[in-house]
């Protein structure tokens, strides 16, 4: 007798099965093999080598039977007999199996009538099941050889899709109504995943067919459209065109993919859809882009200074700044550098210049406002998810220039503002940062673009509102403004030809002489900068174009009296010297955002409780200035601090509708407060700035050229600064520095004796 093991097989009586050779082989053992030879099939709870079986390794029932058949083709067939109980296996060192066994009887609670019926049902379903198939044929002969469930199940074994112990179950059940149950359980639910899985084979494959004749439809379109694009380029359709572009553009991978993807949505929606146009804007913006990266060129130094004098007078500094810029791209073969800052007052031609600087690089010129933006968006760009969505105004820029590296002037970065919406000046911190700005992200883009060969130039009127990591990132320059002299450089050579051409009048029939520049300047302007000297200019020209069109062949000739007489704006005030000097009145020298300004220091003692007044809508470093003031002079003449005790102080600087702050006024509150207690006056024509400390000591302040400009317009023949700043004086036009006698001082001592305080009341120094 023969012992085989089986694994995932469904056994039962009355059925053929069929075995490898060699698997019946090793089992039989020395004995070999012969039709007739008696064989016992035994059932493996799981799915183990041959080697590795032990009694533990099978289950309690098996089936008898007998080999009927040995096959040339490399197969047995054994035919089921009774099942019987499996007891006492011993497997032996040769790996043999042997054991003892008893019949186990079925509970025969069937009838034929029954079973045969069954049976007929089961067949009919098998043969309409393998009607689906292109072996319908063959199968036929198979299921002629069935002539009862068992052999049914047994047949169908190999193909169901149900677990080893739901095999078992069948062998396992005695009665034969429940087992007839389970095998029609196991073959329907068979063939109905079947059949399922047929119909979906069957649809998917329509499916597919379906797909592929509508990929074959567009192929065949497509080369319908080429041709009719290469007959007529003028018509070519707008998916051509961005599949041209996108191929030509010269994108990085990660844009590529990402303007192919949006190119296929917008074939497949199709023109209809609500999402065309947002995929057509995006398309339409992303193959507008310069992808290229342009090779460095060298730049000629003296055709680009030669570009910088004719567009812009004066402003040396800023220009040899720029000519060091442009030197270093020659030499390192980069297409920027620094991030240069200019600051300054309005008007002094910091916007103007990144045009100019554009000219002599022979780029591409953009300017990006920022003032007044709160919302970062507009520096990074909304996401595509968002209706109404747009690029950052930094992208637009690109975009708009048509190349990767253009000079960009962001203008007025001191008057950006955060909100709810995030803070703009944090974005830009990645735009201008080089370390970074090689892969910028625009929201609206979603893919990284290359600012490296951008150059940019911001601009602001202060630093005072620039976050400090924005600061950092900058190299800031300063416009100090333009002397009287060189505005009417300025407006002789560049705003009144300007003016004169935007007005629509001829050199020939208009002269402005340069008294009458002179009288606008001085009169009519008060600023750093010349923006509004040519709004005057341009005020004069439209009052005059009224009489030269009424008397058109008379020529008009500017001089002061005709700028007094026709210019439709009232003189400006200017800060004059006191005609009258007074004791503890002193003049002083601040810095505005329209340039310098002189300002008056006045102190009066009144009968009171010694309590300090400050008037002049003063901020609080200058009332810090006013008391460390009141601290000196008492400390320097310290025989007059009955005075502070019996009588109160006033502290006032004129024009109190104009906010004063700044460290700067130190030391002319202290000459000021001297002057009272000592009774000397100051000559008025003696101005001063500068801080002061408790012990004395006179430190630096800013704005030095702007203050000594306006001394010199208010006819200041002296002026005191901090020995500290004596650097700046580089800075301060030279027109300036022959009319103004400059002294620095270290200590306000020094001071107080220069104007004779000190060695008029006798007090040491």
């Keep these: 007798m023969i ?3 089986v694994y995932n097989m469904i056994l039962a009586p009355n059925a053929n099965i069929y075995f490898s050779t060699p698997q019946v082989r090793r089992c039989a053992g020395d004995k070999g093999l012969a ?46 007999g009774y099942r019987v109980n499996v007891e006492n296996i011993e497997i032996g060192l040769d790996e043999s199996i042997r054991l003892s ?83 029609e359980e196991a073959l329907y639910g068979f063939m109905e995943v079947g059949r399922i899985t047929n119909e979906a084979m069957s649809s998917q494959q329509e499916e597919h067919q379906k797909m592929y004749r509508e990929q074959a439809i567009k192929r065949q379109i497509e080369h319908l459209q080429k041709e009719l694009d290469e007959m007529h380029p003028e018509n ?30 917008l074939k497949q929606e199709g023109s209809q859809s609500p999402e065309s146009g947002m995929l057509y804007d995006y398309l339409d913006f992303v193959t507008g882009l310069s992808w290229k990266k342009e090779e460095a060129s060298h730049i000629d130094l003296e055709k680009a200074r030669k570009i910088l004098d004719e567009d812009h007078f004066g402003l040396n500094k800023v ?33 103007s210049i990144g045009k100019s600087i554009a000219r002599a690089l022979g780029r591409e010129y953009v300017r990006v406002s920022l003032g007044g933006v709160h919302d970062e968006s507009d520096i990074r760009g909304h996401r595509r998810t968002y209706i109404g969505a747009m690029p950052g105004r930094i992208m637009d820029g690109i975009q708009k220039s048509g190349v990767s590296n253009p000079v960009m002037v962001l203008d007025e970065v001191d008057k950006l503002s955060a909100s709810y919406n995030g803070s703009p000046a944090s974005a830009l911190l990645e735009v201008l940062d080089p ?53 009417l450089s300025i407006a002789r050579e560049h705003l009144v030809p300007k003016s004169m051409e935007a007005m629509g009048i001829a050199p020939s029939i208009m002269e402005v002489t340069d008294d009458a520049l002179r009288k606008i300047i001085s009169d009519y302007t008060m600023e750093a900068g010349v923006r509004g000297l040519r709004k005057r200019i341009d005020n004069l020209c439209r009052v005059l174009a009224v009489k030269i069109e009424t008397e058109p062949d008379r020529k ?20 004059r010297i006191l005609p009258e000097p007074k004791a503890g009145v002193v003049t002083g020298l601040a810095w505005t955002p329209v340039g310098g300004e002189i300002l008056y220091i006045e102190t009066m003692f009144t009968k009171g409780k010694g309590e300090t007044i400050i008037t002049g809508q003063l901020g609080d470093v200058m009332k810090e200035s006013a008391r460390i003031a009141v601290s000196l002079v008492k400390t320097l003449f310290p025989d007059k601090a009955q005075l502070f005790a019996e009588n109160d102080l006033h502290i006032h600087v004129p024009e109190g509708a104009v906010p004063k702050d700044g460290p700067s006024a130190g030391i002319a509150l202290t000459t000021a407060l001297s002057s009272l207690v000592t009774g000397h006056v100051v000559d008025p024509h003696i101005a001063m700035t500068g801080e002061v400390a408790l012990r004395g000591a006179v430190t630096p302040i800013g704005g030095l050229p702007e203050k000594l400009m306006a001394a010199e317009r208010a006819g200041i023949t002296k002026a005191f600064i901090p020995v500290e700043n004596e650097y700046d004086l580089k800075d301060v036009a030279d027109e300036v520095k022959e009319k103004i006698e400059i002294c620095t001082v270290s200590k306000v001592g020094e001071v107080l004796k220069a104007v004779g305080i000190l060695a008029a009341s006798g007090t040491a120094a």
């Design 3 to 5: 012992v085989v093991p």
């Design 35 to 80: 039709a007739g030879e008696r064989v016992v099939l035994i059932v493996t709870r799981d799915n183990e080598s041959y080697r590795d079986l032990t009694p533990e390794s099978f289950y309690p029932i098996g089936i008898s039977g007998e080999i009927t058949e040995i096959n040339n083709q490399g197969y047995v067939v054994i035919h089921t």
């Design 101 to 183: 066994m008893s019949r186990r009887y079925d509970i025969d609670d069937m009838t034929k009538s029954v079973e045969a019926e069954k049976l007929e049902g089961m067949l009919d379903e098998m043969r309409k099941y393998a009607a689906g198939f292109e072996w319908a044929d063959s199968a036929e002969y198979w299921l002629r050889q069935i002539d009862s469930l068992e052999r049914a199940a047994c047949v169908m074994s190999p193909w169901m899709d149900i677990s080893n112990e739901e095999r078992y179950a069948i062998l396992a059940e005695d009665s034969r109504t429940r087992r007839a149950e389970l095998i």
């Design 236 to 265: 070519v359709s707008d998916i051509q065109k961005f599949e041209q572009k996108i191929a030509t553009s010269g994108m990085n991978e990660t844009a590529r993919k990402e303007a192919e993807k949006v190119l296929n949505r």
């Design 319 to 351: 220009k040899d700044r720029i000519i060091q810029q442009i030197a270093v791209m020659n030499l390192r073969k980069e297409q920027s550098g620094s991030i240069l800052l200019f600051v300054g007052a309005p008007g002094t031609g910091k916007t």
């Design 435 to 487: 370390e970074q700005n090689n892969t910028f992200t625009d929201h609206y883009m979603n893919v990284p673009y290359d600012l490296s060969d951008v150059m940019f130039i911001c601009t602001a009127n202060t630093t005072d509102t620039i976050p400090e990591p924005l600061l950092n990132r900058m190299e800031v320059i300063q416009f100090t403004g333009y002397t009287p002299i060189e505005k």
């Design 556 to 575: 008009v000739i500017v001089t002061p009296e005709v700028v007094d007489n026709e210019i439709d704006a009232r003189p400006i005030q200017h800060s």
